[in-house]
C-alpha cells in the first residue's frame, strides 16, 4: 500500500520561494512515476512536475525554469523546489505515485496520492 505526506506549504510573497517535500512509503522501485500537482480554487487539477524511475523529469510549461523536482532515493522523500513565485501558483499541492507508467501530467493516470498542502503566494 503507496503512503505519501506531503509537508512544506504555506504563505508567501510573489517572488519568494518555498519547498515542498512529500514521503512516500510502500512503492516498488521498479518502473514507477511520482508527480506533483496542484489544484486552485474552482479550477481543475493540473500536473506541475514528474520524475520517473530512470530519473526523466517533466515539468508544466507554467512552471519550466521555475520549479524544481528531484527526489532522495535513500530517505524515500520526493521534493519540488518553487521559485520565482507568482500569484497564480496559489493552490493545494498534491504528490501522487503512479506505478508502471511515465509521466504525461494528466492526473487521471495517478492511483495514489497524499493530503495536500496549501501553498498561498500573495
Known amino acids: 500500500h503507496v503512503q505519501l505526506v506531503e509537508s512544506g506549504g504555506g504563505s508567501v510573497q510573489a517572488g519568494g520561494s518555498l519547498r515542498l517535500s512529500c514521503a512516500v512509503s510502500?512503492?516498488?522501485?521498479?518502473?514507477?512515476?511520482l508527480g506533483w500537482f496542484r489544484q486552485a480554487l474552482g479550477k481543475e487539477r493540473e500536473g506541475v512536475a514528474g520524475?520517473?524511475?530512470?530519473?526523466?523529469?517533466t515539468y508544466g510549461e507554467a512552471v519550466k525554469g521555475r520549479f524544481i523536482i528531484s527526489r532522495d532515493n535513500a530517505e524515500n522523500t520526493l521534493f519540488l523546489q518553487l521559485n520565482s513565485l507568482k500569484t497564480d501558483d496559489s493552490g493545494i499541492y498534491y504528490c501522487?505515485?503512479?506505478?508502471?507508467?511515465?509521466?504525461?501530467?494528466?492526473?487521471?493516470?495517478?492511483?495514489?496520492w497524499g493530503q495536500g498542502t496549501q501553498v498561498t503566494v500573495s
Open positions: 501522487a505515485h503512479l506505478a508502471n507508467g511515465d509521466y504525461g501530467g494528466n492526473w487521471h493516470d495517478f492511483g495514489d
Open positions: 510502500g512503492y516498488s522501485y521498479n518502473n514507477y512515476c
Open positions: 520524475i520517473e524511475s530512470d530519473g526523466v523529469t
